[in-house]
């Protein structure tokens, strides 16, 4: 698709970051605030869904794009992991510096640093330096799966009717639990949290390389939702205790409020997209990986909303854009780089002997046959 046509995907990105980001800082400076959210819709949470449908429509993007599935680790890796390392380099230095909040771990645990330096702590039971570190292990997750069907040559025959029988069989599932092993199902666990949105995503990029239809695709959205309302419903005749008409609002909220922003862009993308949220989908990696560091040097000065806030998105986006020019697109340059070096040179043109002499085909010249001499003319005075 023309690049223009893409611009929602960085407003997606964008909002999502920026969602996260002041949900984060309203945790901190609005007292009450994290308990009301968590009893209405935590949008830092809908900003998460967001980011999930933003990889299930641009991953398989890529590994369409990408040559070969080392290509496409190559980018994915040195794009992830400068600004990952410099967000831990940042945590490093805070606690070296005595800053006066803990994060996941001290500087003497050795074991948790390693392990979120390759960034395998959730494999490793070791907790997140960084609390937003949660979501990256899921990414790497959804990259993996794609690949995984892209290398057995699976991806694109992943559409329609394989969404509606993975609907299918969550609502076999989750009515299975409680009526067969005699226990709740949960709505929306974090598997679902994960591989739903990375599924929207896919079929929505399906949907706009004319793959899938747009009433097919609008259909299988409203099918998850009518899902996730039946296995609700199930649950609450059996366990009414632990099934509450709140938990089923706030997944709607949730959910709706993702779902609906992301599929609006979709269907938007052909208008033009504000500049300054493009700006922020550009960013949006070290926004999100960078914003706790500026949280907690915040944090202790308790300064109200007004000025907390501010500071905070100023502060980030400083850092972001300082990260993205100096580290971010480095990196991405670098991994192009090794790319370009790991693909196979092509063979040389075959030889062909002439006589002797080995000549190279694109070096022959056509031989050309001698010109027939002209008749003899006529004796002079003749």
């Known amino acids: 698709m023309p690049a223009e046509r893409m611009d929602f995907l960085d407003v997606a990105r964008g909002s999502a970051a920026l969602l996260v980001m002041v949900d984060h800082g309203l945790h901190q400076c609005v007292p009450g605030y994290l308990d009301l959210s968590r009893e209405a819709v935590v949008v830092s949470q809908a900003g998460v869904l967001v980011f999930f449908l933003v990889s299930g429509f641009v991953v398989p993007m890529s590994l369409e794009a990408a040559r070969s599935g080392a290509a496409f680790w190559a980018r994915r890796l040195f794009r992830l992991f400068p600004v990952y390392w410099l967000s831990l380099a940042l945590a ?82 989750g009515v299975w639990r409680p009526l067969v092993a005699g226990k709740p199902a949960d709505l929306a666990g974090l598997r679902q949290v994960v591989l739903v949105p990375a599924l929207f995503g896919f079929l929505a990029y399906r949907h706009l390389t004319g793959r899938l239809s747009r009433s097919a695709l609008y259909a299988l959205v409203g099918g998850w939702f009518a899902a996730a309302g039946l296995v609700w419903a199930v649950n609450r005749a059996t366990f009414p205790a632990s099934t509450t008409v709140g938990q089923l609002a706030r997944f709607g909220g949730l959910w709706g409020l993702a779902f609906g922003f992301f599929f609006a862009l979709v269907e938007l993308r052909r208008r033009p997209m504000p500049r300054v949220l493009c700006w922020l989908g550009r960013h949006c990696y070290p926004v999100y990986l960078l914003h706790p560091f500026v949280l907690v040097l915040l944090m202790p000065t308790g300064w109200p909303a007004w000025a907390f806030l501010p500071c905070l998105v100023a502060g980030t986006l400083l850092l972001a854009a300082a990260a993205h020019r100096w580290v971010e697109r480095p990196g991405i340059a670098l991994g192009r780089r090794v790319e370009a070096r790991s693909r196979p040179r092509p063979a040389p043109p075959p030889v062909v002997l002439t006589g002797t002499t080995r000549v190279p085909p694109h070096r022959r010249a056509t031989r050309r046959r001698p010109a027939a001499s002209a008749p003899p003319g006529p004796a002079p005075g003749g």
């Open 92 to 173: 490093a230095a805070y606690l070296a510096a005595g800053g006066p909040l803990p994060l996941g771990a001290p500087l003497s645990d050795a074991a948790t640093w390693a392990a979120n330096a390759g960034m395998v702590q959730t494999a490793a039971g070791r907790p997140h330096l960084w609390g937003v570190y949660w979501t990256l292990p899921y990414e790497f997750l959804i990259y993996a799966l794609c690949w995984g069907l892209f290398a057995a040559g699976l991806l694109g025959r992943v559409g329609g009717r394989t969404a509606a029988a993975l609907l299918v069989g969550y609502v076999l599932i």
